[in-house]
């Protein structure tokens, strides 16, 4: 007797991923996906986590934040802005000459974060029960 290989899809997801998209959304299954990779790196995880629950901040206080040198840090930074996490501004000081550069999340950045990656570490103990081998 043969056994069904194919998995049925639970509930109302649908049969493809990329049917999830609204049909205007403003980002395709690939973006979503790139955000997701690009926090699953923890430097860029701890980046953006500074942003979210600090605020804008410049690269020299994410540097002292998180102790990074500054190639490091603006490597991360540019990853972190290429897939749409993190935006860069620039503006100038009260009484100061030039541009200066600051970061500060997107919203994508922020949701991406809040109800991904801390979700998932809040909800550790939830989990334990479901996930524990011994149990039938």
């Known amino acids: 007797m043969g056994s069904d290989q194919t998995r049925s899809v639970h509930g109302d997801a649908p049969e493809d991923p990329e049917d999830l998209l609204p049909a205007d959304s403003i ?6 996906l790139d955000m997701h990779a690009a926090v699953g790196h ?3 995880y701890e980046i953006l986590y500074r942003l979210v629950h ?4 410049s690269p020299t206080e994410l ?8 190639s ?4 991360h930074l540019n990853e972190l802005v290429d897939v749409g996490l993190v935006e860069k501004r620039q503006r100038t000081e009260r009484g100061q000459d030039g541009l200066y550069t ?3 999340a997107t919203v994508f950045g922020e ?7 801390d979700d998932l570490i809040r909800g550790e103990q939830a989990f334990e029960g479901m996930y524990d081998s011994g149990a039938e």
């Open 54 to 57: 600090g605020g804008e901040m």
């Open 42 to 44: 923890r430097t860029r």
């Open 63 to 70: 540097e002292d934040a998180i102790s990074i040198d500054d």
């Open 27 to 32: 980002l395709t299954l690939d973006e979503y």
């Open 72 to 75: 490091t840090l603006h490597y």
């Open 102 to 104: 600051y970061y500060r």
């Open 111 to 117: 949701v991406t974060l809040t109800d991904g990656v």
